[in-house]
């Protein structure tokens, strides 16, 4: 054998051998053979080996669907060239697979289970922790091909997330606001397999760098382990959406300034409108995300409700620094008020709202609101308050408004971010048709005409006064009695009640320009004293003012009298109470002025013996209409005269009060403004009275006679003293005082 190996023709067709050959006497034989034999029967020996350890041979392709970046669907096709069964070690061949197919069920399932445990184990080795679901309960089998179909959900502790997180919403989420995943990947192939992984990433998604064989939007990796040399190969694609529907290229904040008054006090609220905010100071997104430096409110909402980061952490690191920066600005501004602000957020824009994201459709709607609220602030417009404004607008003023009328939204220049204003008005008060009035810092202006849609009309002021004058007293002068010129004083208490329910405004009160308005209702005039519109001094003034009317009135009424007025201020200060609703403005409750005196007015009258009685001179009073205004005059006379009016007057009468008191009363109307009416009437005086008012009289004119006969008495008894028992001149006395009525007593000493 040796002999013809070393004869053989095919190895003396090498160099090498003959080689050899020429020095066999020189290398033994055996030598020869052995360093010739030796490496092939090494290649022989790992030719065997491999053989017997690769049991399958199989070629599958696993053709991926990716219907979201966590959602995948798996079509796997499969060839069997051969395929051992593990329980049985019996192998077979394409060939008797197929013939098994139609002829023995039961073997074919158990082929069908063990190729399948196979693949499902792949996939699931391939998605590490990943959920894998199986479509079907065994392979489907034509012609040499086996079918089998997968669900792969790739799970947030594939991605080496939080067990919290939704990986569903998050990576969808993130890939619509323009973000990048990147996807590193381990594809399995088991012992004599070549598989090919193809991803179709349909017509949402799309690769942005991979290094896989690329077929438009297919991307594919094959894993050839034939061989059993290649269990697995590393790859990696980043994915990015095709279409986002939202790219921030910045932050966008803006602030909302509200200012509430629709109710009592006035508050100030003021919205940080958050839409998108920059991440350069958070630091809670994993190294898979990239590409995403600005994220849109949806997905603000999506981070916190994946606990990615919580509310108060948004606050310290995004709100804070607005909220600050607002507040000084807003101080130091022409509102000039100290703000305390209470912090919430507006609950319905944030996760907790009815429709916090979607991950089709991710963007800014609505936008997120931190809210800052101080209940009680001092509102001004058109230099009064904001509840003044309000109640006269209701009571039929129409005002003018510009952006210097109020004080607030001026100087808000220093503020780094846009912003807007609105203003709620009380229901029915619109400025240029709008109930809530916004205005911004760019393009609308706070302008326009204030007015209600509700306010009264009034055409003609309503002013209702009655003056009244009564005589209290009657008295007797006595002094003009014994001159023989009688006269007797009445004595007077006038009263002025003054009701105003509509005027023009009255003097010295005065409105802004800005504010148009022809008549003030009561309640309007309530307000304005309450709200300081009308000052302390022009109340004052106005008061003062009255009272002067009050007396110049009078003192026409009745010739020569000087009546002095005096103001009733409390009546004056209740009738100022009201609901201090502003919605409400009307003149139902007036404003009451009250004017009063005390004085006395003398009146003449005769007394006649024959025949006997008294007779009161006539007396004419003067009545004047006062503009704008109804004006009723009333004297009411004592009891026990009689009254008439000396002609006909139109729009006088003569009445009687409940306790008999006469009185005449004529009333006039606005339209009687300064028509002047003398009136002069007759006086009769009953007996009853004559003897009550001379009653003084006659106790004077008897106590004067009393006076008179005691005196008399009294001179008629010093007369009739007995003479002094002792007198040093008898007889000089006697002669001396004799007819003398009167009586001189002796010096001390002279007894």
Known sequence: MIESLYNNEMFNRFKFWRWIKTRS???????????????????????????????????????????????????????????????????????????????????????????????????????????????????????????????????SKFFSLNQTINSYELINGILDIGARIRYDL????????????????????????????????????????????????????????????????????????????????????????????????????????????????????????????????IYQKTIKAVHENMKNTVEKSVFNQTLTFTFNWDNTTTDGCSDPFDIDKMDKNPPIKALLKDNEIQLIIND??????????????????????????????????????????????????????????????FSGLMLSKKSPEYKQPIINTMIEIEAETTDLNLLSFFTGDTELSFGLKIDEEKNYKVTKIPTPFSLPQAINITYLNSDAIKLCIEENVFKEEEINTFLTNEKTLFEQTINKIITGLNAKGNINTEAFQNSLQWDSDITKMDEKEPIKTQIYSHTSHPIKFKISITPPGLKINNQTYKFTGLEDQYVTYRIIFPNGIKISLSNDYEGIYVNETNDGKQYIEITFSPEDANAEVDVTITIEPYILFIIALLTPCIVAIIIALILIIVIIIFRKKRKKRKKPAYSPKPAEDTTEYEDEDYYIPPPPGSK
């Open 186 to 313: 381990n594809f399995k192939a088991d012992s004599g397999w070549d598989n090919k992984y193809s991803f179709d990433l349909g017509e949402k998604l799309d690769f942005q760098l991979t290094d896989a064989k690329i077929n438009n939007n297919i991307i594919e990796w094959t894993v050839r382990n034939s061989d059993g040399k290649l269990p697995s190969l590393s790859a990696f694609f980043i994915l990015r959406n095709k279409n986002p529907t939202t790219i921030e290229e910045k932050e966008d904040i803006s602030i909302g300034f509200i200012l509430d008054s629709q109710k009592e006090p006035v508050s100030f609220e003021s919205e940080i409108v958050v839409k998108s905010i920059s991440l350069k100071n958070y630091d809670f997104l994993p190294e898979f995300i990239t590409n995403i430096e600005f994220v849109p409110s949806d997905c603000i909402r999506l981070f916190v409700k994946n606990n990615l980061v919580t509310w108060d952490e």
């Open 25 to 155: 006497t020189k290398i033994p034989v055996i030598v020869l053979i052995l360093i010739i034999l030796l490496p092939l029967v090494s290649f022989l020996n790992i030719s065997v080996k491999a053989d017997e350890e690769i049991k399958n041979i199989v070629s599958a392709t696993f053709s991926i669907d990716m219907e979201s970046a966590t959602d995948l669907k798996i079509a796997v096709e499969a060839i069997v060239t051969k395929l051992t069964l593990s329980t049985s070690e019996k192998t077979y061949n394409s060939e008797e697979i197929k013939d098994i197919s139609n002829t023995n069920a039961e073997q074919m399932g158990a082929i069908k289970y063990a190729l399948k445990t196979m693949i499902f184990n792949q996939i699931k080795a391939t998605f590490i922790n990943a959920q894998v679901t199986s479509s079907l309960d065994l392979l489907n089998y034509e012609n040499y091909t086996f079918y089998d179909k997968y669900s792969v959900n790739l799970t």
């Open 384 to 445: 009064i308050s904001s509840k003044a404004l309000f109640g006269l607008v209701n009571a039929g003023a129409k005002s003018n408004i510009n952006h210097n009328a109020i004080n607030f939204g001026r100087n808000l220049d220093t503020l780094s971010y846009n912003y807007n204003i609105s203003l709620k008005m009380p229901e029915e008060i619109y400025i240029n048709n709008e109930n809530i009035y916004t205005w911004d810092n760019k393009n609308i202006s």
